[in-house]
């Protein structure tokens, strides 16, 4: 085993290797080829759907000794998607790094990636896969819903109660009270938002054991299955199965169309693709919209309908889905219980049909993305039907232009704002480079003078993204983005721009001709940052389409260390 290159040495080098590590106490024989499994932990007080991971790491480590396994617990950078400033996404690829090597540098044999907001899973699953040992990973559980005025509510309630507080239709005592309320348990976000999205993913890729999507965090049975993922790592090492044995391209396959039937969040596109380049398969934009088309929306859950993620666990959770979803899927894929995809729901139930509807009689029957060409997004921009307003998914509209989020801010609730329902709001500068880390401002708040009309939607187009928790008739991720030279760069208040959803069209009523001429007056931004991490970010970020990994990180460099000083 791999940690024998630590602890299996004799002489000088491996008294060093364990001289150390028994100063917590741990006998000598623990060091006698027992698998090492490592739980890379995200716990935080700064990540609050993370906070109780320090509970959660402990029944994995029951399990791992359990199975006759010898745990040992690391911690990796974590990333808070409501505290972190500018935005989580601008150091997913740092966190990445961060497991990457800790995993790579230790003697680890397994490793257990405790994950459970936005960014901590994809970064996790990154690192780990471009080290490639046995990998498990336990998400951390959605919260239970809020309860507010006799209702429930959850993360994507909040927009609401934006838009209701700016309008005057709540009072600040009220708004105060929802603020308590929303957040009432330990966990992610109560919706099917980015860290359940991510937690589904996870499960339909096999990398987690049935149920670890939606089992909520104040629910003993988070613990079980922690628990039992401590005991399955260690069989997982004597079997040998790493993630690239798991994931392959009909796995990725998979996730994109349990995504889609779930209604999972757009932020999905991008922590898949830039997971796939890590492990070598071939994921392109276009596979989202392809495999989606045929998928319908199966689940009623928050943004895209009503119900929360605790609801679809009691409802059968996501091997219920998956089992309606089977006709569609590769049922033979490998998951980290040694089963298929197939077998691990084999049993699943679906207990409640308002949650989680068939494919003869569908939630809705559009979901999944659209993926949307033309001159505004050569390399294409996304759209999340099932979110949007069906009455605009084909709309030509006159372009209200931002040139950054510090103009919309300061012009959007401007009186004399020259804008209507009817408008396409554009917002530029805050794709992954334009605005480093590419925040989830493209779901922008609408102009209080619509608002006021009461319109609720209206197109809005950027190269920024979504939070999953959001919802409208928003085109995200447009690529290539504005701060490159994208077209996007080039719209000017008045052009008239066409939405045509069915037919995955984003147009710019402008010609080539006056485009190019646009272009010579083009000056690449000024973005400031002369040195650190986010010069690095912005010096080998990717676009949106490719995942927003770094350039150098594609791929993976396996377990083996290359150079060793002892
Ligand atoms: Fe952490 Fe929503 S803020 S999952």
């Given amino acids: 085993m791999r940690s024998q290159e630590w602890f299996g040495r004799t002489g000088k080098d491996g008294f060093i290797y364990r001289a150390w590590m028994k100063n917590q106490g741990f006998p000598h024989h623990e060091f006698e080829g027992k698998p090492v499994i490592g739980i890379c932990n995200t716990w935080s007080e700064l990540t609050p759907c993370n906070a109780h991971f320090r509970e959660l790491a402990e029944a994995v480590k029951r399990g791992v000794w359990e199975a006759g396994g010898f745990p040992l617990e690391f911690p990796v950078m974590s990333l808070g998607e409501c505290q972190i400033k500018p935005t989580a996404m601008l150091f997913r690829n740092l966190a990445s790094m961060d497991v990457e090597e800790s995993i790579r540098g230790n003697s680890i044999d397994g490793v257990i990636l405790l994950c459970g907001c936005d960014k901590t899973t994809p970064s996790l699953v990154m690192g780990a896969c471009s080290v490639d040992i046995p990998t498990m990973v336990v998400s951390g559980g959605p919260m239970l819903a809020g309860r507010f005025q006799g209702r429930k509510i959850g993360t994507s309630d909040l927009w609401r109660f934006a838009e209701d507080f700016k309008m005057g239709r709540m009072t600040q005592a009220e708004f105060t009270a929802a603020e308590a309320a929303m957040a009432r348990s330990q966990g992610h976000c109560a919706v099917m938002g980015t860290a359940s999205t991510m937690a589904a993913m996870v499960e339909s890729l096999g990398l987690a054991l049935p149920d670890n999507a939606t089992i909520p965090a104040a629910d003993s049975r988070r613990k079980v299955l922690a628990h039992m993922t401590g005991v399955r790592a260690v069989e997982l090492v004597r079997e040998g199965i790493t993630p690239s044995k798991i994931l392959t391209r009909q796995a ?85 219980n040694g089963k298929t995809l197939a077998d691990n729901c084999a049993e699943a139930q679906n207990y409640d049909p308002a949650v989680i509807a068939s494919l003869d009689k569908p939630f809705k029957p559009e979901s999944g993305i659209a993926v949307l060409r033309g001159n505004l997004c050569p390399d294409g921009a996304v759209l999340k039907p099932s979110a949007a307003t069906p009455a605009l998914m084909q709309h030509t509209g006159r372009a209200v232009v931002f040139e950054n989020i510090d103009d919309y801010k300061a012009r959007i609730d401007d009186p004399d704002l020259d804008v209507d329902a009817d408008c396409v709001l554009v917002l530029k500068n805050v794709g992954p480079r334009g605005y480093p880390g590419m925040p989830e401002v493209g779901n922008m708040t609408l102009p209080a003078k619509v608002l006021a009309q009461g319109v609720h939607d209206m197109v809005r187009i950027s190269d920024g993204r979504m939070s999953g928790t959001g919802f409208g008739t928003v085109v995200l991720h447009v690529s290539p983005e504005s701060a490159v030279g994208g077209n996007l760069a080039f719209v000017q208040n008045g052009d008239l721009i066409t939405l045509d959803v069915p037919n995955r069209s984003l147009h710019l009523h402008v010609s080539d001709e006056e485009l190019a001429g646009r272009l010579v007056h083009f000056k690449p931004l000024d973005l400031g940052y002369d040195r650190g991490y986010v010069n690095l970010f912005i010096r080998h970020v990717t676009q949106a389409h490719e995942g927003v990994d770094f350039d150098f990180l594609k791929g993976g460099s396996g377990s083996v260390v290359k150079r060793d000083s002892h």
């Fill in 252 to 336: 990725f396959e998979n996730a994109i169309m349990v995504n889609a039937a779930l209604g999972g969040s757009t932020n999905f596109i991008l922590h898949l693709i830039a997971i796939a380049g890590r492990i070598g398969v071939d994921l392109s934009l276009d596979d989202f919209d392809a495999l989606s088309d045929k998928i319908p929306l199966l689940a009623n859950l928050q943004p895209s309908g009503e119900h929360f993620v605790e609801d679809l666990f009691y409802a059968g959770g996501l091997p219920a889905i998956i089992r309606e979803l089977l006709p569609h899927l590769n049922g033979n894929t490998l998951t980290v």
